[in-house]
C-alpha cells in the first residue's frame, strides 16, 4: 500500500479533467474484469482440448551476478539498477512471450493507473513455462543467497508474492513509500526490498520506468529508460518511488515482487 502521498501533488495532477478517463475505466471495473474472465476461460478451454499439456525443454531462469560497483551503489544509496539481468539462453524464450491483456485484472486504482497481477496465475504460469521457472528462481534459496550478498547486512529475507504489471499510454504511479515503512523501527532499516524486473518496454523516458525520488512530488534522482531485460532493486520502506505519466507510444511490461525479512 501506498503512503508518504503528497496533497498539494494529487489536488494538481488526480482532479478535473487530467484524470477524467481513468476514473471512468475505475467505475467499470467490474465489467472489464468480468470480460477479460470470461475471455480467458474461453481460451483456457480451447488450450486443454486443443492443446494437451506435453513436456517441454524449459532453460531455467539465471541471472548474472552484481558486480562490485553495483554491491557499492546499493549499499550506500539502497537501490542500484541492473542492466541485462537475465543470461542469454533464458531471456530469448522469455521475451517471446506476449501476455494478452485478458490475463490481467484492469486497471482499479487512480494513483497506480495500469493492469496489476495476474487473474489467474496458475493458468499463465502453465501456459508460459518461462514465467513459471522465472517464479521458482526468485522464491529460491539460490536467489535469497544473492540479495543478502547484494546488501551485506546479514538479514535473511524471503520471496513475497510475485505481481504482473502492464503499463501503457497515460498510466502513472504518484510518488510514495509503501506501508511497510510503518512497521519499521529504530535500528531495523532495510528490511523489505522491492524487485522490479523490466522484461520489456519501449524505454526512453516517461515509459514507465519506475523512478527513484527525493520526495513524494517526483523530485526524480533516476529514471530507468532501459526497461528491456533490467532490473531495478530498492528499499521498499525508505525510498520514495513512482512513474509519472507514459507518453503516447509507451507501453512495458513488467514483474514484481518483494524480498521480506522473515521477521514480517
Known sequence: MAINLSEQYIQENYTGLKSLWFKLLIRC??????WRVSRLRVESGYSQSHHPTAQRRIEPCTIRSATSLEKAHFREHKWVFL?????????ERLSLIDIPKYHLKPMAQLFKSYDNGLINPEYTYKRYPP?????NFFSSPKFESWIEELAADNLAR???????TRAYRGSSCIPHVDS???????????????????VKGTGGTNAGGTCIMR????????EPTNLTNSCLIYDAGQIFHGFPPMKKGKKRWMMAFNMNHTSF
Open 29 to 34: 471495473y467490474r465489467y472489464r474484469y468480468a
Open 131 to 135: 514465467i513459471s521457472e522465472c517464479v
Open 180 to 198: 511497510i515503512a510503518k512497521e519499521l523501527v529504530s535500528g531495523e532499516e532495510n528490511q523489505s526490498f522491492n524487485v522490479i524486473i523490466f
Open 158 to 164: 524471503v520471496f513475497d508474492r510475485m505481481k504482473t
Open 83 to 91: 542492466e541485462n539481468f537475465f543470461e542469454k539462453n533464458y531471456f
Open 215 to 222: 520526495d513524494n512530488e517526483y523530485d526524480i534522482e533516476f
